[in-house]
C-alpha cells in the first residue's frame, strides 16, 4: 500500500499545482477584464462633428507630415497645370517662326550668293548684265560660269585695229594725232 499513498500523494499535489495555475489565471484574466472595464469608463462618446475633428487633429497633423515628407521636392498637379498653360501660351506666341526663320535664311543665302556672283563678274571684267547669267551657288562654280561667259562675251579681234592711212586734211593735226596716241600708250 506504500505504492497506492506515493502515486496518490503525487496526483494530489498535481491536482493542487493546476488548481493554482488555473486560479492565477482566472485572477489573471479578471483583471484584465477590469482593467479595460477601467479603460472603457474613460470612454466619451462622440456626438459632434467639432469633437470629432478635435480628437483627430494630431493625428492628421502627423499624416500630413509624413505625406508631406514623402512628396518633399516635387510639384503639385495644380503647378503643372499651370505650367503646361504657360507652355501652350508660349507655342501660341512663337507659332509660324519657324518658317519666319527659314525664309530670313533662304533670302540671306540669296543675297550672299548675289554678292559672290557681283565681286566674281566684276574680278572678270565682266559687264553688271552678266552677273543674272552666272551660274552657281558656291564660289567655284559661280567662278567656272563667269569663265564660259566671258569667254562669249570677249571682244574678237580681226584685223587691223589703227589706221595706218593719215587722214585727209591737215599733216600736222595728223602728227599731233599719232603723237598723242603714242604717248598714250606709254
Not at 97 to 125: C, M, P, S, W
Amino acid at each position: 500500500m506504500g505504492m497506492l499513498d506515493t502515486e496518490r500523494t503525487a496526483k494530489a499535489k498535481d491536482l493542487v499545482l493546476t488548481a493554482d495555475l488555473f486560479a492565477v489565471f482566472i485572477t489573471f484574466t479578471t483583471r484584465q477584464k477590469w482593467d479595460r472595464r477601467e479603460k472603457m469608463t474613460d470612454f466619451k462618446p462622440i456626438n459632434t462633428q467639432e469633437e470629432f475633428d478635435e480628437r483627430l487633429k494630431d493625428r492628421l497633423a502627423r499624416a500630413e507630415s509624413k505625406v508631406r515628407d514623402e512628396y518633399k521636392g516635387w510639384i503639385s498637379p495644380d503647378e503643372v497645370k499651370k505650367l503646361k498653360d504657360s507652355h501652350a501660351e508660349d507655342l501660341k506666341k512663337y507659332e509660324g517662326y519657324d518658317e519666319k526663320f527659314t525664309a530670313q535664311q533662304t533670302r540671306i543665302h540669296e543675297l550672299e550668293v548675289g554678292a559672290l556672283k557681283t565681286k566674281i563678274a566684276l574680278g572678270k571684267n565682266l559687264p553688271m548684265d552678266a552677273i543674272e547669267f552666272l551660274q552657281g551657288d558656291d564660289e567655284k562654280s559661280i567662278n567656272e560660269s563667269a569663265d564660259k561667259l566671258s569667254k562669249l562675251s570677249a571682244p574678237k579681234v580681226t584685223g587691223f585695229t589703227k589706221s595706218t592711212e593719215s587722214p585727209a586734211g591737215n599733216s600736222v593735226e595728223a602728227g599731233y594725232r599719232e603723237l598723242a596716241a603714242k604717248f598714250a600708250k606709254n
